[in-house]
C-alpha cells in the first residue's frame, strides 16, 4: 500500500486525478466567481466609504464595525436574529420528529398524509407568506374570523399590529413552512434504520418510549445535526416571511439581521454599514457550521 | 488525456451554446430585433391586460423592437431601481416617484429626456405638471400627477368635515353597529402618506431652510397626537391599523365599513370593482382650525437611464404611449387625472372625483425634494410605529425621528 502511495507522487497526478481535477474544475471556478469573490468583496466594501451605487471612494478602515458594534441597535437585531433562529429550529425540530413518527406508522392513507404534509414546502414560500398575511389580517383573515364565531376569543390579538404578536405570527409561519422539509428528512432516516433493531428491542421488552430514545434517536442522529444545521442557516437567512409579513415593523420590532441588512442596502444605499452587518452574518453562521462539523465528523470518526 | 479532452470540449461547446442568453437583440423571422425595457409601477387599479396590448401594440408599430414591458410593485420599485443601477444594469426607463430624481441625478444614473423623446409629446404635456425640472431642464417626464383627497361612504355619513377637529367629531358619530369612522393605516408602507395628510393639515414642513428635520415640530407633534386620540382614545380607526398598510386597510372602506377616507386617484376605480351598493362622495382632505387646507400631491415621472441599453428605442416607446389610445385609458384605470393636455378634455375625466383632484390641486403641497428621503421617511415611520404602541410619546417619538434623520442624512 505505502509502496503504492510513494509511486503515484513519484509521478505525480495520475489520469484519475486529473480528470477528478478537471471535473471539480467548473464548480470549483463558479464557486469562487459566485460565492469566494462576493465574500471577500462584500468584506472589502465595509473598510471603505462608498457612493449611493456600491462604488468605492475612500478607506475608512474598521471605524464601521466600531460604530456598529457600539450601537444599541445592532445588539438587538442580533439578539432578537439568535432568538428566532433558535426558537423556529427547535420548533420545527420537534414538530418534525413527530409528524416523521406518526408517518413511519402504517396504517391506511398514510401516502395521501404524507403527501399533505409536504404541500407547505413544496409550494412558493413568497406566495405561502402572502397568503398567510391575508389569514392573520384582522378584518378579513380567516385566523381571527374563526377565532370569533368559535367564541374561542371575542378580541383575538392583532397579530401583526403589536411587537409581541408580530414576531410570533412571523415565527409561526416560518416554523410552518419549514416543518415539512425537516418531516421528510427525519422520516427517510426513520426508514434507514434496520426493523431487526426494532425487533431486538422488543424481545427485550423495551417500550415505545424506549425503543425511540434508544433505537431511532440513535438511529437519526446524524441526519438531526445535518437538517438543523441545514435548518438554521435558512432560517437566520429567511428573509422572504419577515419582509412579506411585516417588512420588519412595528417599529423595527421584527426585523432580524437578513432584513436589517437589506433595508441598509437597497432602501437606503448605506453600503459600507450593510456590508459591515453582512459580515457579522457571515462570522454568526460561519462559527455555527463550524461547531455543526466537529460535532457531526467526531460523531463519524466513532 | 482524451477523457480531460471531452470535458474541455463539452464546457466550451456549453458555453458557446449559452452565448446567445446574453446577446441583446434578438431574431425574428430573420431580422434582427432590439430589445426595449421600460418598468411600469403597478398602480392600483391598472389592468395587467391592457398593459400587454400596449406592448403588442408598440411592437405591431415598430417592428424593429421588442417590448420588454415590466409591471413592477411600488413597494419594491425604488430598491429594484437602485439594485439594477449598482450593477449597471438599469431598464431603459422607469416610472418613479419624482421624490426620487433629485437621488438618481446624485448618482448620475438619468439621462435628460429631451434627447430621445419628441418635442410633440412635451407639447402635449400641460406645464403645470413639469416638477421634474432641475436647474430650468426637465429629468422626468411627467407621468401621474393626483392631489389626495377624501372619500366618503355616504351611507354611514353625509357630512363633510371642513377641519380635523370636525372630522373627529364626524367620525365618533360614524362609528357604531361594527363600522369605523376612519381608514388610518399605520403600517409600513413606501411612503408615510398616512402621517403626512394631518402633518400638513397642521401646516408642518419636513425640514427648514438649512436642511434641518423639523418633523418634531408643534405643527408634528400636533398632528401625530391627533392621530393617536382617533386611534387609542377616540377608537374611531379601524382594528389593528397598525398592521395594515394602505392596500390591506382601504378594502375595509369599499367594503362599505367605514365612513371616510383619505385616499388618492384610484378611489374611482376601487369603488367601482365592488359593486357596492352605496353612493361615495369626494371632499377635500381639511385643516386643522385656524390652518390652510394643504393636501398632498404625489407626483410620478418616467426617468430615462444613463446606463439604459436602448434609449433611441425607449423614446420611440414613451412617444406611442402618450398617444391617448393608450395613456388615457391607461390614466384611467389608475385614476390619475391625465398630465395631457388632449387626453384632459376628454369625457371621462370630467366626473366628482376629478373635480375633488382638481380643487385639491389650488392648495396641494407635495413630497421634499432631498437626498435620502427613503430613509428619513422610514425612520419617521418607524417613529409613528413607536408612538401607536405606546413606546412614546408623540413628542419624544418625533423628537427622536428628528434626530435620527439628521444623523442619517449627515453621514
Known amino acids: ?302 | 488525456m482524451k477523457k480531460i479532452l471531452i470535458v474541455v470540449t463539452l464546457i466550451v461547446i456549453l458555453s458557446v451554446m449559452s452565448l446567445p442568453l446574453f446577446a441583446n437583440g434578438q431574431k425574428d423571422g430573420g431580422a434582427e430585433k432590439s430589445k426595449v425595457t421600460f418598468w411600469l409601477a403597478d398602480y392600483e387599479g391598472i389592468d395587467h391586460d391592457f398593459v400587454g396590448k400596449i406592448a403588442d401594440a408598440f411592437e405591431a408599430a415598430y417592428p424593429q423592437y421588442s417590448m420588454d414591458l415590466v409591471i413592477v410593485d411600488w413597494n419594491a420599485m425604488h430598491d429594484k431601481l437602485t439594485t439594477a443601477l449598482a450593477a449597471g444594469t438599469p431598464p431603459d426607463a422607469s416610472v418613479i416617484g419624482t421624490r426620487w430624481l433629485l437621488e438618481f441625478m446624485d448618482l448620475d444614473a438619468v439621462v435628460e429626456p429631451a434627447k430621445y423623446v419628441s418635442q410633440a409629446t412635451f407639447d402635449n404635456i400641460a406645464p403645470g405638471a413639469m416638477e421634474a425640472k432641475v436647474n430650468g431642464t426637465l429629468m422626468g417626464i411627467p407621468f401621474a400627477a393626483g392631489s389626495r383627497f377624501m372619500a366618503i361612504n355616504t351611507s354611514l355619513t353625509d357630512k363633510v368635515p371642513q377641519t380635523m377637529e370636525e372630522l373627529e367629531k364626524y367620525a365618533i358619530e360614524a362609528t357604531k353597529n361594527g363600522k369605523y369612522g376612519l381608514i388610518m393605516p399605520g403600517g409600513k408602507h413606501t411612503e408615510l402618506t398616512d402621517f403626512v395628510y394631518y402633518f400638513y393639515a397642521a401646516g408642518g414642513d419636513f425640514f427648514d431652510k438649512d436642511g434641518k428635520c423639523i418633523v418634531n415640530s408643534a405643527a408634528g407633534v400636533k398632528a401625530l397626537d391627533f392621530m393617536l386620540k382617533l386611534a387609542n382614545e377616540d377608537k374611531v380607526v379601524q382594528d389593528g391599523y397598525l398592521s395594515q398598510d394602505r392596500k390591506q386597510a382601504q378594502p375595509i372602506f369599499f367594503g362599505g365599513k367605514a365612513a371616510y377616507v383619505m385616499i388618492g386617484a384610484w378611489a374611482d376605480t376601487e369603488y367601482n370593482k365592488m359593486n357596492a351598493d352605496w353612493k361615495i362622495k369626494y371632499a377635500q382632505i381639511p385643516p386643522f382650525a385656524g390652518n390652510k387646507p394643504a393636501p398632498l400631491i404625489v407626483t410620478d415621472s418616467i426617468a430615462l437611464y444613463k446606463d439604459g441599453k436602448n434609449l433611441e428605442g425607449i423614446g420611440k416607446f414613451i412617444d406611442f404611449l402618450y398617444k391617448d389610445e393608450w395613456k388615457a385609458p391607461l390614466d384611467k384605470q389608475m385614476g390619475f387625472p391625465p398630465v395631457t393636455i388632449s387626453a384632459s378634455k376628454r369625457p371621462e375625466f370630467q366626473t366628482p372625483m376629478y373635480a375633488a383632484m382638481a380643487e385639491a390641486n389650488l392648495n396641494a403641497k407635495g413630497w421634499p425634494l432631498v437626498t435620502g428621503w427613503a430613509e428619513a421617511s422610514s425612520i419617521i415611520i418607524d417613529a409613528t410605529q413607536k408612538a401607536y404602541l405606546g413606546q412614546m410619546s408623540a413628542k419624544e417619538a418625533l423628537d427622536w425621528a428628528a434626530a435620527e434623520v439628521d444623523k442619517a442624512r449627515a453621514e
Open chain 1, 1 to 302: 500500500m505505502g509502496d503504492t502511495v510513494l509511486t503515484a507522487r513519484k509521478r505525480g497526478l495520475g489520469g484519475e486525478a486529473k480528470l477528478a481535477y478537471a471535473l471539480l474544475f467548473p464548480a470549483v471556478l463558479l464557486m469562487v466567481i459566485f460565492m469566494v469573490y462576493p465574500i471577500i468583496y462584500v468584506f472589502i466594501l465595509s473598510l471603505f466609504k462608498t457612493d449611493k451605487l456600491a462604488r468605492i471612494k475612500d478607506f475608512a478602515g474598521f471605524s464601521i464595525y466600531a460604530s456598529l458594534l457600539s450601537s444599541k441597535d445592532t445588539w438587538v437585531v442580533i439578539g432578537r436574529s439568535l432568538i428566532w433562529t433558535f426558537t423556529a429550529v427547535a420548533a420545527k425540530t420537534l414538530f418534525g420528529v413527530i409528524i416523521a413518527l406518526v408517518l413511519n406508522v402504517k396504517y391506511m392513507g398514510r401516502k395521501i398524509a404524507r403527501l399533505l404534509f409536504i404541500i407547505p414546502w413544496a409550494s412558493s414560500i413568497p406566495i405561502s407568506v402572502m397568503l398567510w398575511r391575508w389569514v392573520l389580517h384582522n378584518e378579513f383573515g380567516l385566523l381571527n374570523h374563526t377565532l370569533k364565531i368559535t367564541g374561542l376569543m371575542q378580541n383575538p390579538p392583532v397579530w401583526l399590529g403589536q411587537s409581541s404578536t408580530a414576531f410570533l405570527s412571523c415565527l409561526w409561519v416560518d416554523v410552518w413552512i419549514g416543518i415539512p422539509f425537516m418531516a421528510l428528512v427525519f422520516l427517510a432516516a426513520m426508514q434507514a434504520v434496520p426493523q431487526t433493531l426494532y425487533e431486538a428491542a422488543e424481545i427485550d421488552g423495551a417500550s415505545k418510549a424506549a425503543q425511540f430514545r434508544y433505537v431511532t434517536l440513535p438511529g437519526i442522529a446524524a441526519i438531526l445535526l445535518i437538517a438543523t444545521l441545514l435548518s438554521s442557516l435558512w432560517t437566520f437567512n429567511d428573509f422572504n416571511t419577515i419582509y412579506i409579513l411585516t417588512n420588519g415593523g412595528p417599529a423595527g420590532s421584527t426585523n432580524i439581521l437578513i432584513t436589517y441588512v437589506y433595508q441598509n442596502s437597497f432602501e437606503w444605499l448605506k453600503w459600507q454599514k450593510a456590508s459591515a452587518l453582512s459580515v457579522f452574518t457571515f462570522i454568526i453562521l460561519s462559527t455555527v457550521s463550524v461547531i455543526y462539523s466537529r460535532v457531526y465528523f467526531r460523531r463519524e470518526e466513532m
